[in-house]
């Protein structure tokens, strides 16, 4: 579904290179549950924002669905951002003047998806995420493990191809970190593709496939059986 | 993103910080409702000069003896004679014009009246009984000049209030007999004041009829002729008609000026219509310094909600959709500050009704289109700059900022 191949990102600080990602070929097939782990500085969010289009590689091809997508127009790449990917961040990135209805709701807006249609769709997340009592507080209501839980119904809203999420519990306490964990891993089950970014190993190993990464270069790829 | 989501985000965002939308719309609004305000109070300075002008008649018609402009390239002038006078022959001729409505002959001078010893200087007026409806003459008390025949010297006269005072004091005029330059005359009314009119004061003339006038001047030349057209619309066609007319009558020589009340208001109205627009105009540049209010509050604005824009273009929203969003919340802004301006304008204007009634400040209706449009594109024009930054923020970096 996903495929990098020898993808490089270099960024130049104060005219020295820093070689974020270096040649990284990688294939992601869906349903697929994979954990990048890795030091930090190593390029592991640089990889993620990659798969991700919020970040173009400097060379190398990257095909999605079998689309070359390297050289898409601004439109074209939101459009797939839209449709296709899901992103959950470490500081939940909610916004603070919507509720959780609402900020579930904004990538369906932002698509152009009816207002009953987008009722629907975030009525049924929020139950599913066990937020009903919670439906209309805003973000500075909510606890630090129902932020995520919003953000990752906004995640999933428009049923994207690949769910990306970069350190999802390094903002949370061991509870509510286990928590999301658990949820995540229920909606790879019913068959979401899903690639966390971790710097916890014993949430690493629970995944299926461990990609480890050292200075942007993959050092390890394993599965577990 | 659809239109009305985008309006609803738009409105929410603008909800969410009350003190700058308050401040932004409060700088829009007064600067459009200064826009219709000041153009209002023009535009009721304009309706009041030409009402003053009109009481005196739009349809009238003034013929002057000599040519104005051209005096010096006829033929006449060159060899050495002076422009033929105007006559009441001249008057009876345009008489039975059928454009022609109220026509009245008019000549002026200076004499002495007097009364048991009292004398005065004052402005006699030779005219008919038309005189009195075409220049709003009112009667204080009798009748005015006879209607009949303009050739008929009767030696009756109608004096100004003042005057009456002057020569009368508290006793009854009626009837009653003064000499004007030596002629007796009778006493048949006396004029209401009302201030000027034909550039003298009411008050102190004495209108005689017009045969009497001539006699007493000895002089058959009148000074004026004051013609009404039955309306409006026929003014041009009577101008030439009476060009015609006298040109026939003084052997082709076309040696009258022709004057319109009509084209004096005309300049008059284009005058006071050029200072509204430029008050309007520089009440407009209030509305360019709330559009920069508008730019500077946006910028800072984007320079805060950096994550939430970095976040909605991880979420799928292009570079257009975040600028559309920028500048539909702009959009917003000016048109409620605009919409509000419009309804404070009009409040000013009401009141300044109430203080001067005759000042009617009704906002011309392209004031406050013009004011609207400008409010409107004042939005558009300077969320521009904030949007594009806005746009071109890098979601990464955008999202990493905490
Ligand atoms: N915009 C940028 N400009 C310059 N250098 C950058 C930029 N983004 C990332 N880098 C550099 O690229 C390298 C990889 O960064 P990246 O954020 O991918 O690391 P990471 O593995 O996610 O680290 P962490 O675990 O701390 O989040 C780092 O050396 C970083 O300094
Ligand atoms: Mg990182």
Redesign the interface.
């Known amino acids: 579904m996903i495929e990098l191949r020898d993808v490089s990102r270099i960024f130049s600080v104060g005219g020295q290179e820093v070689r974020a990602m270096d040649r990284v070929s990688l294939a992601i097939e869906p349903g697929e549950y994979i954990s990048i782990m890795g030091p930090s500085g190593s390029g592991k969010s640089t990889l993620l924002n990659i798969i991700g289009l919020l970040d173009t590689p400097d060379s190398g091809t990257y095909l999605l669905e079998g689309r070359e997508v390297t050289s898409l127009a601004d439109h074209q790449l939101a459009e797939i951002r839209s449709r296709k990917i899901g992103f959950i961040f470490q500081f939940f990135h909610l916004i603070p003047r919507l509720t959780a209805v609402q900020n579930i709701e904004l990538p369906l807006m932002l698509a152009g998806v009816a207002k009953k249609q987008r009722g629907r769709i975030s009525a049924r997340l929020i139950e599913e995420f066990g937020l009903a009592s919670r439906h209309s507080h805003r973000p500075d209501e909510l606890s630090g493990g129902q932020r995520q839980r919003v953000a990752i119904a906004r995640a999933v809203a428009n049923q994207p191809a690949v769910l990306l999420a970069d350190e999802p519990t390094g903002n949370l306490d061991r509870a509510s970190g286990a928590e999301i964990i658990d949820l995540l891993e229920d909606l790879n089950r019913r068959g979401q593709t899903l690639v966390v970014v971790t710097h916890d190993p014993e949430i690493g190993e629970r995944a299926g496939r461990c990609i480890r990464v050292v200075d942007g270069r993959i050092t390890d790829d394993s599965r577990r059986d | 993103?659809?239109p009305a989501?985008t309006i609803v985000?738009a409105m929410?965002?603008l909800?969410?910080n009350t003190v700058r939308t308050v401040l932004m719309l409060l700088a829009m609004s007064i600067g459009v409702a200064s826009v219709v305000l000041l153009t209002g109070i023009g535009n009721g300075a304009r309706l009041y000069i030409v009402d003053q002008f009109s009481s005196l008649g739009t349809n009238l018609v003034i013929i002057i003896p000599g040519r104005a402009e051209t005096a010096s390239n006829t033929p006449a002038t060159l060899v050495g004679q002076t422009p033929r006078e105007l006559t009441l022959d001249d008057m009876k001729a345009l008489q039975h014009g059928d454009m022609v409505g109220r026509i009245a002959p008019l000549t002026i001078g200076e004499l002495n009246a007097d009364r048991q010893g009292k004398e005065r200087q004052v402005p006699v007026l030779g005219s008919t009984a038309s005189m009195l409806d075409i220049h709003h003459l009112k009667m204080e008390s009798g009748t005015f000049l006879p209607d009949e025949g303009a050739d008929i010297a009767r030696p009756v006269c109608v004096i100004g209030a003042k005057l009456y005072q002057e020569l009368f004091g508290q006793a009854p005029a009626l009837n009653e007999v003064i000499r004007l330059g030596g002629f007796r005359c009778r006493v048949i009314g006396i004029l209401a004041s009302q201030g000027r009119s034909l550039g003298f004061d009411t008050q102190e003339m004495v209108v005689v009829p017009v045969a009497f006038a001539q006699m007493i001047f000895d002089n058959h030349g009148l000074f004026r002729i004051l013609v009404e057209a039955k309306d409006q619309s026929s003014i041009d066609r009577l101008k030439h008609f009476i060009s015609r007319t006298i040109k026939k009558l003084h052997y082709g020589e076309e040696d009258i000026t022709i004057i319109t009340q009509d084209s004096v208001l005309k300049t008059f109205d284009k005058m006071l219509r050029v200072l509204t627009l430029t008050v309007g105009g520089i009440a407009a540049i209030s509305l360019f310094v709330a559009g920069i209010l508008i730019m500077n509050v946006m910028l800072m604005s984007v320079a805060q909600r950096t994550?939430?824009i970095?976040?909605?273009?991880?979420?799928?929203?292009?570079?257009?959709?975040i600028m559309a969003l920028l500048v539909s919340e702009a959009l917003l802004l000016s048109a409620i500050g605009g919409l509000s301006g419009i309804l404070l304008g009009f409040a000013g204007a009401w009141i300044t009704v109430q203080f001067y009634p005759t000042l009617q400040t009704t906002p011309p209706f392209w004031a406050v289109a013009a004011a609207m449009a400008t409010a409107l594109s004042t939005g558009l024009l300077f969320s521009l700059l904030p949007a594009r930054r806005a746009a071109c923020l890098d979601?990464?970096q955008a999202?990493a900022r905490?």
Do not use: T, V, W
């Not at chain 2, 970095?310 to 959709?321: P, V």
């Open positions: 993103m659809r989501d985000y929410r965002s909800g969410s994550a939430e970095g976040l909605c273009k991880a979420l799928g929203a292009s570079n257009f959709q979601p990464i999202l905490h």
